[in-house]
T-cell receptor, first 113, second 114 residues
Framework: AQSVTQLGSHVSVSEGALVLLRCNYS??????LFWYVQYPNQGLQLLLK??????LVKGINGFEAEFKKSETSFHLTKPSAHMSDAAEYFC???????????FGTGTRLTIIP | DADVTQTPRNRITKTGKRIMLECSQT?????MYWYRQDPGLGLRLIYY???????NKGEISDGYSVSRQAQAKFSLSLESAIPNQTALYFC?????????????FGAGTRLSVL
């Protein structure tokens, strides 16, 4: 069964610092990969997705993620954190031809002023 | 107006009661999903439906049932609620064109079973 692992349930960074949220997937075939963000009292919204067109994927709000097949990773980064980035972030994967998403357990990002 | 609407937003009920959570969408999508979110566990799929006549169990369907009343409506029922069904429930939709389709989420229903 496919699984998604997010290392670090809580990450704190200073405002203006680099944000790095880690995601690894387990699959012999590279799946479709997604990052979703959940702001307080809201549903999830898509940040970005990987569908094999390019290994570096740019998303909204200055986030990007790089697909590395050799490391089975899809880490999310942002060069400079902003207070408004405080939220919970979920990595998710879907197998080719199967639209069901498998989610990681989430990483709560806190921004320190 | 939200594209994916969940009602109610909050609900408190007692053990043994039957409860229904409703989801409606205006995105015109064929596919609809129900998830529950628990702290530290992420989102887990309860049921999904790829069209009106298609209903499938997800990874944690025990204790739940669903009804797809129309393309735009997908309801989740707890026949006899129990305290460990206390969670945040999300409905999502996606279209059926291509692969790797984005899922669009409602704002969630926070359910407490006492």
């Amino acid at each position: 069964a496919q699984s998604v692992t997010q290392l670090g349930s809580h990450v704190s960074v200073s405002e203006g610092a680099l944000v790095l949220l880690r995601c690894n997937y387990s699959s012999s075939v590279p799946p479709y990969l997604f990052w979703y963000v959940q702001y307080p009292n809201q549903g999830l919204q898509l940040l970005l997705k990987y569908t094999s067109a390019a290994t570096l994927v740019k998303g909204i709000n200055g986030f990007e993620a790089e697909f590395k097949k050799s490391e089975t990773s899809f880490h999310l980064t942002k060069p400079s954190a902003h207070m408004s980035d405080a939220a919970e972030y979920f990595c998710a994967a879907a197998k080719f031809g199967n639209e069901k998403l498998t989610f990681g357990t989430g990483t709560r990002l806190t921004i320190i002023p | 107006d939200a594209d994916v609407t969940q009602t109610p937003r909050n609900r408190i009920t007692k053990t043994g009661k039957r409860i229904m959570l409703e989801c409606s969408q205006t995105k015109g999508h064929d596919r609809m999903y129900w998830y529950r979110q628990d702290p530290g566990l992420g989102l887990r799929l309860i049921y999904y439906s790829f069209d009106v006549k298609d209903i499938n169990k997800g990874e944690i369907s025990d204790g739940y049932s669903v009804s797809r009343q129309a393309q735009a409506k997908f309801s989740l029922s707890l026949e006899s609620a129990i305290p460990n069904q206390t969670a945040l429930y999300f409905c999502a939709t996606s279209d059926s064109t291509g692969f790797g389709n984005i899922q669009y989420f409602g704002a969630g229903t926070r359910l407490s079973v006492l």
